[in-house]
Nanobody, 114 residues
Framework: QVQLVESGGGLVQPGGSLRLSCAASGSIFRLYTMAWYRQAPGKQRELVAAITSGGSTNYADSVKGRFTISRDNAKNTVYLQMNSLKPEDTAVYYC????????WGQGTQVTVSS
């Protein structure tokens, strides 16, 4: 069983930045594909960014050039650096880890508002 714990959400003004962190339990974190998803009220959960065990990344078109996903295998942690935030980025952000089975964190709220 893998546990994922997100942190770093909050309220930020448009144009601001936040960094989300997701700490994972277990000894094989380095083998997981890690991802960030988000879900806005009334909308389906969507993939924001993912990073493979080899470090390859992909992003949703809506966040390309603004968000960066990274991982630190020594710390069992994946990050999402979010810059130039927009009101439409407001959502609950979830961390996901996958190697065969898929694991989810509890989510962290990000609100972009003036």
């Amino acid at each position: 069983q893998v546990q994922l714990v997100e942190s770093g959400g909050g309220l930020v003004q448009p144009g601001g930045s936040l960094r989300l962190s997701c700490a994972a339990s277990g000894s094989i974190f380095r083998l997981y594909t890690m991802a960030w998803y988000r879900q806005a009220p009334g909308k389906q959960r969507e993939l924001v960014a993912a990073i493979t065990s080899g470090g390859s990344t992909n992003y949703a078109d809506s966040v390309k050039g603004r968000f960066t996903i990274s991982r630190d295998n020594a710390k069992n942690t994946v990050y999402l650096q979010m810059n130039s935030l927009k009101p439409e980025d407001t959502a609950v952000y979830y961390c996901n880890g996958r190697i065969g089975s898929s694991y989810w964190g509890q989510g962290t709220q990000v609100t972009v508002s003036s």
